[in-house]
Each structure stands twice: as C-alpha cells, then as structure tokens.
C-alpha cells in the first residue's frame, strides 16, 4: 500500500510538473500579445467581472488597465474604456456610444477608436463615451447602457449593431481553470471549435438568416430595443442606430437581411438609422481589419463611420 501510495504520489506531481510546464510553454509563446484567443482571454481576465445583472452577464472592472495586442487600455472609474467623462460642465454636449468589442474599440489605441475619432471631430464642447463591452448581443448591449442612463442623462445615443445582434449568449459564469490557466482556455477554445462543426459559408448565412428571422434571441433582442425606446422616452435623448457591416467580405455583400431588418427596426421606434456599408464597400473588406487574423474594425474603418456620424452632429450655422 505504501508503494502504491508512493507511486501514485509521483506520477501525480509529474503530472502537475508537466501541467506547469506547459502552461508557461503558452505563456512564452504568446507572449508577443498576438495570439487572439489569448489576447480575448487575458481580456476577459484581466479587465471583465461578472455583472450582477443576469442579463449583462460581464462588465468592464472599473479602474482597471491592461496592455491587450501590444495596445493599452483602460477603463475608467465609471467602468467604460476611455478617459474620465466630464459630466457636470453644463451646456455640454454628451454622447454615448453603445455597443460591443467594435464600440469599445478592440485592437486599437484610444484615440484611434470610434469614441476617439468623433470626440476629436466634434470638438471641446463635446463629451463623447462609449459603454461598449466586448462579447455582448443587443440584449446585453442596451441593458449595460440603461444601468448609465440616469448617471450619464446624454443628448445623444449612438447604438452600434452587429451581425450577431440577435444571438443567443452564454452568461454563464467561467470555471476556475478556463480563469487561471492560458493553456487550458486555449485547449477548451480548440475543443469548442472542433465540436462546433462550423457550416461552410452558405450554411454560415443561413444560419444568420434564420436567427434575424424570428427564434429566442431575435425576441430577446426586439424587447431589448422596446427598453431602450422606453429609456429614450424617459429622458429625452436621441438615438442613431449604425449597422456595422459583416466583416468578411463586401463584394458580394451576403447580409443585407440583416441591415434591412435593423433598419426597419429602428425607423419603426423613430430612430435614425446610418448604414457605413456604401462608402465602405470601396475598398476591400480586409483593408478595414485591425490585423490579419482579426476582422475588428482599424482606424480606416472608424474614419469612415465618423464621417457618417459628423453630420448629424452640425449646429445650423455650420
């Protein structure tokens, strides 16, 4: 019993040895920052916690920073990425961009981000902030907004949507391993991509088809904007609503259900609705992405969407 209970006392603490081992393998070899589920995962690691709002699921941790894909970023004492917003000089335009990892502006430095672009094209007097979270659907995007709606009161809403707007989400809380340990997290993401038995593009679009068609998640997500109506109506803001093209290709464009649903969404609740799609489709999707292997939108692309923006921010005179 003794040798028994001895040998599997070895192979236990080799087992963790080479455990530790590998883990620090991962960390070495990512540690150039540009392995993307890493850089997700060290994401949601370092800058995200739990929300004690079920539907949130996850929110920024306010005051915290991280250097994520060679990029700094920090969240303010309000729990948004971005500098700390001045919202007591009166007279002071606010504006808030909602939405998910594109409102947030992954990948980017700040002042390259949608909410850096505009607030330097709109100039001093106005306050520009974005809630924006990566990993959020239309249901989880308007309800992290609302918990700002009474601190912020702004003149004006931008909601950024996405393909994946009426998606079905997952806020369930991580295990204490996927936390802690990059090797496992990038052995689990492997996994899931393994047994997701990702359809080829045809299937990929069907399955977005049948998703903005009806099902759980396009309900979620109409009852989500009817909260954001009634929001709107409370306090006496305006809402835009900017459809963010699918990433992957522009010519030929293969989601315009999408925007045409959006769009009648909005315009049905008295929203102004902006599509970045015709100016974008200039030029190669792939010109927009902030990095080879990561189709979040760079620079370029928020240059475009501010110049969309810009005008329904001009005074009379201008």
């Not at 002042?111 to 106005?126: K, N, V």
């Not at 929203?271 to 792939?286: G, S, V």
């Amino acid at each position: 019993m003794k040798r028994l209970l001895s040998g599997t006392g070895l192979v236990l603490f080799g087992l963790l040895l080479a455990c530790a081992a590998v883990e620090g393998l991962v960390r070495v070899a990512t540690s150039s920052q540009q392995n993307y589920l890493i850089e997700m995962w060290r994401y949601a690691t370092l800058l995200k916690r739990n929300s004690a709002d079920p539907v949130i699921g996850h929110e920024h941790i306010p005051g915290a920073s991280a250097l994520l894909q060679g990029v700094e970023v920090s969240i303010n004492s309000l729990g948004m990425r971005g500098p700390e917003p001045d919202l007591s000089t009166v007279g002071r335009h606010k504006v808030v961009i909602a939405g998910d990892s594109t409102a947030m502006g992954w990948g980017l430095p700040e002042d390259a981000t949608l909410r850096g672009q505009l607030a330097r094209r709109l100039g001093s007097g106005t306050e520009v902030m974005t809630t924006g979270v990566g990993n959020m659907n239309m249901t989880q995007i308007v309800a992290n907004w609302l918990r700002y709606a009474d601190t912020v009161r702004p003149d004006t809403v931008i909601v950024l949507a996405t393909a994946r707007a009426p998606a079905v989400q997952d806020t369930g809380q991580a295990g204490w391993l996927v936390r802690h340990s990059q090797a496992y997290a990038l052995l689990v993401s492997f996994i899931e991509i393994a047994l997701s038995n990702t359809p080829g593009q045809a299937g990929l679009i069907a399955s977005y088809e049948k998703m903005w068609a009806g099902g759980s998640g396009r309900a979620a997500m109409d009852t989500a904007l009817d909260r954001l109506r009634a929001d709107q109506a409370k306090y006496g803001y305006r809402v835009l609503v900017m459809m963010i093209p699918e990433p992957h290709s522009f010519e030929p464009y293969k989601f315009d259900f999408a925007t045409n649903i959006m769009r009648a969404e909005s315009e049905k609740r008295g929203w102004t609705f902006l599509d970045p799609l015709p100016t974008l489709r200039k030029e190669p999707a792939e010109s927009y992405w902030v990095a080879n292997n990561d189709v979040h939108p760079n620079a370029k692309a928020f240059q475009v969407m501010t110049d969309v923006l810009k005008p329904y921010f001009l005074r009379p005179q201008e």
